[in-house]
């Protein structure tokens, strides 16, 4: 399994800009496809942004598309989240996750997960 260990959480206004970041480590990086999921207080943790081992190919839930960009670099073995026009109801605690093969958005295929850190966006 890779080990995964996340940065960058925090508070923000509504309409301003976060950047996640998850280091990863223990196994080849560039094999793996990463997501970042989120878990809102009292709802089911969602899919946010996955993104294919080679970087080649992005797929965002509806919610974040045009305001998320998840990207790659794979000589840092890291995977970044830039979260822009946040609203308070991206507020959740926000993990990534590495897939063993293809980007896919279900969780399920994803078998090592990040600890997650709060992102708290106030109106």
């Known amino acids: 399994q890779v080990q995964l260990a996340e940065s960058g959480g925090g508070l923000v206004q509504a309409g301003g800009s976060l950047r996640r970041s998850c280091a990863a480590s223990?196994?080849?990086?560039?094999?793996?496809?990463m997501g970042w999921f989120r878990q809102a207080p009292g709802k089911e943790r969602e899919f946010v942004a996955a993104?294919?081992?080679?970087?080649?190919?992005?797929y965002y839930a509806e919610p974040v598309q045009g305001r998320f960009t998840i990207t790659r670099d794979n000589p840092k073995n890291t995977v970044y989240l830039q979260m822009s026009s946040l609203k308070p109801e991206d507020t959740a605690v926000y993990c990534c996750a590495a897939s063993f093969g293809i980007a896919t958005m279900t969780q399920n295929d994803f078998r090592s997960w990040g600890q997650g850190t709060q992102v708290t966006v106030s109106s």
């Open positions: 223990g196994r080849t990086f560039r094999n793996y496809a």
């Open positions: 993104i294919s081992r080679s970087a080649e190919e992005t």
